[in-house]
């Protein structure tokens, strides 16, 4: 079924009715594919993928083979993103350590700044009534 550019709007599709065409081809319907008269059936979106037939073990084991100076590099490369793992969540760990003391020194000051606004109220208030305890006078 196409639809035509004026049908479009008619169309309202849901978030989940849109389907990326490139990680999920279309699955052409064959005479193969069922089709249940009332059920929800709808054939698979992953279209005709085909296990690995290579496994994580012969990988490793040609990985033996390869030249020393390759093995030696990615050694090298894998100490490296190692280390810098290690350095950014020691970073992270510093950066939050900051983040609460600034906190802590935060809630300090407006801790401080309630005070001295509740020292000025109070002494507004006793000059008030002095100055009116004059002006009575």
Do not use: C
């Not at 059920?39 to 033996?64: D, F, Q, V």
């Not at 020393?68 to 510093?94: F, G, M, S, W």
Request: proline share 7%.
């Amino acid at each position: 079924m196409t639809l035509s550019d004026n049908s479009l709007s008619d169309v309202s599709l849901s978030p989940s009715d849109y389907v990326d065409p490139i990680l999920f081809p279309p699955t052409p319907l064959s005479a193969t594919t069922p089709v249940l008269a009332g059920s929800n059936y709808s054939p698979p979106l992953h279209g005709n993928l085909k296990p690995s037939t290579t496994s994580g073990r012969n990988k490793r084991k040609a990985s033996e083979h390869e030249d020393p100076d390759v093995l030696l590099k990615r050694q090298r490369n894998n100490i490296a993103a190692r280390k810098y793992r290690q350095k950014r969540i020691d970073r992270i760990d510093e950066l939050e350590a900051e983040v609460e003391e600034i906190k802590k020194e935060r809630d300090d000051l407006r801790l401080r700044l309630a005070r001295q606004e509740a020292e000025t109220a109070a002494l507004k208030l006793m000059l008030q009534m002095k100055n009116d305890e004059a002006a009575k006078k």
